[in-house]
């Protein structure tokens, strides 16, 4: 079982950068065993990929509507994988949401991801 905790969202303007970390816990395989995504959910929109990263930190995946300004990062010291968004526009708004992906591989799609966080909010104003 993991536990995913997300923070550093908020409410920021057209052009500005957020940071968001997420914390795991909990037993069973340690935290740098698990491939690890970013997704976020747009009000009345399904859930979507951002990002991803495997356990090493060696291989990254960018959906395209991210790709250059969104970077993912992992520590595994710190049991934490972080967001690093920048140039953020208002079509960013969503809530965001962390999960783990206990299999080989990193993969894309929410269906392979066995544990998620409950989220945060970003807010991009015009």
């Known amino acids: 079982q993991v536990q995913l905790v997300e923070s550093g969202g908020g409410l920021v303007q057209a052009g500005d950068s957020l940071r968001l970390s997420c914390a795991a816990s909990?037993?069973?395989?340690?935290?740098?065993?698990?491939?690890m995504g970013w997704f976020r959910q747009a009000p009345g929109k399904e859930r979507e990929f951002v990002a991803a990263?495997?356990?090493?930190?060696?291989?990254?995946y960018y959906a395209d509507s991210v790709k250059g300004r969104f970077t993912i990062s992992r520590e595994n010291a710190k049991n934490t994988v972080y967001l690093q968004m920048n140039s953020l526009k208002p079509e960013d708004t969503a809530v965001y949401y962390c999960?783990?992906?206990?299999?080989?591989?990193?993969?894309?799609?929410?269906?392979?991801?066995?544990?998620w966080g409950q989220g945060t909010q970003v807010t991009v104003s015009s």
């Open positions: 999960a783990v992906d206990s299999g080989l591989g990193v993969r894309v799609t929410t269906k392979w991801y066995d544990y």
């Open positions: 909990g037993s069973g395989r340690t935290f740098n065993a698990y491939n």
């Open positions: 990263i495997s356990w090493s930190g060696g291989t990254t």
